[in-house]
């Protein structure tokens, strides 16, 4: 084991960046183009979870633990979140019998 | 005599105010009590002016034969106006004027109204108008001087349009109104500009700029030049001459000279002892006396004295050809008062305040009896027009007789009260310091014309047979009464300044009042000369006005008709009324037509209506933006990002360059 992995080239903070900015492209595009509400939350969940191994790579690269501690309030404030769109998601769906978010468009000026 | 008969004084000016606020709030529906208590706020002014002026005239040597009474009114930082009383000769004469001539006016009043409807109104209005004249004539400064010279003008307007189911009355009454405001708006604005040019001399501190008596002083310490060094010249004058000419449009406007006269004949719609009081006793002589009270003003220049009586001999002369022509008795009097103002204001600026003082005053006291006289006929036939009266001579002998004794002192048959003060202003046209010949024939033929108009008048009225309907009969005792309360003074009062008794006039001579008005010195010398050719040319007058008229020797018809335009002329008062109908409904009213389609079409259409419209089109294009669509605020909230993020690069690449 030790001699394969030491003939890979060591992961660097690069590496962890570059993941973390797929990771967030992959959950924008969803986002953007997704129909499906419960998709869309998804991938903000996608998302946030990019912004959090960014705030650990940086953390680590740093030698601090601040990052890490950004990372516990943001995955608290997305749990509430998920529980705030999931009732919401609930709501709609017994309001109109569906998720698409284009059907959901009365605030049209 | 000294401030401590102060409060005679304010009683001459509340005495009234408080008799209007009792009639016309309190006693509405007793009448009786109305009249009673608007008859003793009069009598009270009257006897308080009557004590003041006797300790006046009776003041010693070196004693002060006036005084003024002054509180502060309003204090706002450097400016402090003040509202008082000044009773010195000047001022206590003209409350005689206007508390003796509205005594019996008020007596009068009582069988006149009789019956009518706003009897109460009628003493309330009247009472407030004795107050505004006497505040005016009590007024130590300028500024109270103009808050009562609009009340006297409410008044006016109040009681010519009494009658205001009649339309001519309320159109005469807003005439009157608007008329004066042009005059009013030049008295104010040269107020304003004499107030401010003044304090804004340091040589002035201490003083207060809207003061009659601290002008005054000013003014005759040479404050005058100093005033003309210190201000740039307008409209080629310097500042306090331009200030005494606008200060004259006052009185033009509200003494109806020319060319503001035209309200004055109009206001004879009123009830006749409105006119007989306000527009031929008091009211319209206001200006002469405000004229008499700021004489310092003018004193300084002559071209500004000049111009004063250049308007006062015109308006003399034109008043009285117009009223060659009339028919209704009561303008035939409005255009004779008319003249006789511009008689006053012509003798202020021939010969300063006395000879127009003594005039007003006697003509006081004539017109008012004379309108009382037409009053009392106009009760009795039910008419206005002279052309339906006739042999009334007879019917109504008190009458008769008054309003005989009213002409000749009008006519200045010699010895009653008109020839005297006639023959000063005449003596002031031959004789005085700005003795002008064109003025001196304006006056004489002035003189003639009043003497024929007046027994044309006369003439009709009175003698010949009656041509009106019904009968007439003579008016009861409570009219007849004050006309002859009233003739007494018409005949007499004149002899007061005749300059061969009292050694001089010792009225109308010596220091005359606190403000200084200017008055010759030494007796005054009687021109027998002048004399003589003055009533040489009344009694011409008199004799054609009698032939035409009374004795019918020469056909009044025929030559109407060889004079036919001419008569035109005059009966259309020299279309005067015309032209303004013309500058209002042409000129002025094009002008706010041009204004109308200017805010219609530039402002509201162009700026107003503009931009409601760019905000409305930019709502409309911003509210697409708004499709209600998660998936487009996605979009925006991420271009803003990617605009935050791009901004922050390109501005930390520039910092780093630079």
């Given amino acids: ?109 | 005599m000294g401030p401590e008969l102060a409060p005679f004084a304010w009683a001459i000016l509340f005495a009234p105010l408080a008799a209007a606020g009792v009639a016309g709030l309190l006693v509405r529906r007793r009448r009786g009590l109305a009249a009673a208590v608007a008859v003793s706020g009069m009598a009270v002014g009257l006897l308080c002016t009557l004590y003041l002026l006797a300790r006046s005239l009776g003041a010693g040597e070196g004693e002060p034969t006036g005084f003024v009474h002054n509180v502060d009114w309003i204090r706002a930082g450097a400016f402090t106006a003040r509202f008082g009383v000044v009773a010195d000769r000047l001022s206590l004469l003209m409350a005689l004027v206007v508390t003796g001539v509205g005594t019996p006016i008020f007596v009068y009043s009582i069988g006149y109204m009789h019956g009518d409807e706003g009897y109460g109104r009628f003493f309330a209005c009247l009472s407030l108008f004795a107050f505004s004249m006497l505040g005016i004539v009590l007024s130590t400064n300028l500024l109270q001087t103009f808050v009562f010279w609009e009340l006297v003008g409410l008044s006016s307007y109040l009681l010519i349009g009494f009658w205001f189911g009649k339309d001519s009355a309320v159109e005469a009454g807003k005439k009157a109104f608007m008329v004066n405001r042009v005059g009013d708006f030049g008295f104010l604005t040269g107020i304003i500009l004499l107030c401010w040019s003044a304090a804004s001399l340091p040589s002035f501190a201490g003083r207060n700029p809207l003061d009659f008596a601290d002008l005054a002083a000013f003014y005759r310490a040479g404050g005058y030049e100093e005033l003309a060094k210190a201000s740039p010249h307008l409209l080629g004058l310097p500042v306090p001459a331009l200030a005494a000419l606008l200060v004259f449009c006052g009185a033009v406007g509200k003494s109806a000279q020319f060319p503001l006269h035209v309200w004055l004949p109009d206001a004879m719609e009123g009830p006749t002892p409105v006119s007989a009081l306000m527009h031929a006793a008091t009211m319209v002589a206001a200006g002469v006396y405000m004229i008499c009270r700021v004489f310092f003003l003018f004193e300084p220049f002559p071209e500004a004295l000049h111009a004063v009586a250049w308007i006062g001999g015109l308006t003399a002369f034109m008043a009285a050809t117009i009223a060659l022509v009339q028919t209704d008795i009561k303008k035939v009097l409005a255009y004779s008062t008319l003249s006789q103002l511009g008689y006053m204001v012509m003798a202020v600026g021939l010969a300063g305040a006395t000879a127009g003082m003594f005039h007003l005053t006697t003509h006081a006291f004539f017109k008012a009896l004379l309108f009382l006289c037409s009053g009392s006929v106009i009760h009795a036939c039910h008419s206005q027009e002279i052309t339906e009266m006739g042999g009334l001579r007879k019917a109504m002998p008190s009458t008769f007789w008054t309003w005989i004794i009213g002409t000749a002192a009008l006519v200045a048959v010699p010895g009653t009260a008109g020839f005297f003060s006639k023959d000063e202003i005449l003596a002031a046209a031959a004789h005085g310091e700005h003795a002008s010949l064109p003025l001196l024939v304006v006056g004489l033929v002035t003189a003639g014309l009043t003497a024929f108009y007046m027994l044309r008048c006369t003439a009709l009225t009175f003698f010949g047979e009656y041509r009106g309907h019904g009968h007439p009969h003579e008016s009861p005792a409570v009219m007849t009464l004050p006309l002859w309360f009233l003739a007494v003074p018409a005949l007499l009062v004149g002899w007061l300044g005749f300059p061969l008794l009292f050694h001089g006039h010792p009225w109308f001579q010596g220091e005359f009042g606190i403000t200084g008005v200017k008055v010759h010195e030494g007796p005054h010398e009687f021109h027998l000369p002048l004399a003589l050719v003055g009533t040489a040319f009344a009694a011409a007058g008199g004799i054609l006005g009698w032939m035409v008229f009374g004795a019918r020797r020469i056909d009044a018809a025929a030559w109407k008709e060889r004079l036919l335009p001419l008569h035109t002329l005059l009966s259309r008062k020299y279309f005067l009324d015309e032209f303004y109908l013309w500058l209002v409904r042409t000129v002025q009213q094009g002008i706010a037509e041009c204004s109308d389609f200017f805010e219609q079409n530039v402002l509201i259409r162009g700026v107003v209506d503009g931009l409601s419209a760019a905000v409305k089109a930019s709502g409309r294009a911003l509210r697409e933006l708004q499709t209600g669509s998660i998936h487009t605020y996605v979009r925006f909230a991420l271009a803003g990002s990617v605009l935050v993020v791009a901004w922050v690069i390109l501005s930390a690449a520039r910092g780093g360059n630079g």
């Fill in chain 1, 1 to 109: 084991m030790t001699p394969l992995l030491a003939a890979l080239p060591p992961v660097t903070v690069q590496h962890y960046l570059l993941l973390s900015g797929l990771l967030f492209a992959v959950g924008l595009v969803g986002v953007l183009f997704r129909r499906n509400i419960i998709i869309v939350l998804m991938c903000l969940e996608l998302m946030l979870s990019a912004a959090n191994l960014a705030f650990v790579a940086f953390s680590r690269v740093h030698g601090n633990l601040q990052g890490q501690v950004m990372v516990f309030f943001s995955i608290a404030v997305a749990a509430a979140e998920a529980a705030v769109a999931l009732s919401i998601i609930i709501a709609l769906y017994r309001a109109r019998g569906g998720v698409d978010v284009e059907d959901a468009a009365e605030m049209k000026g």
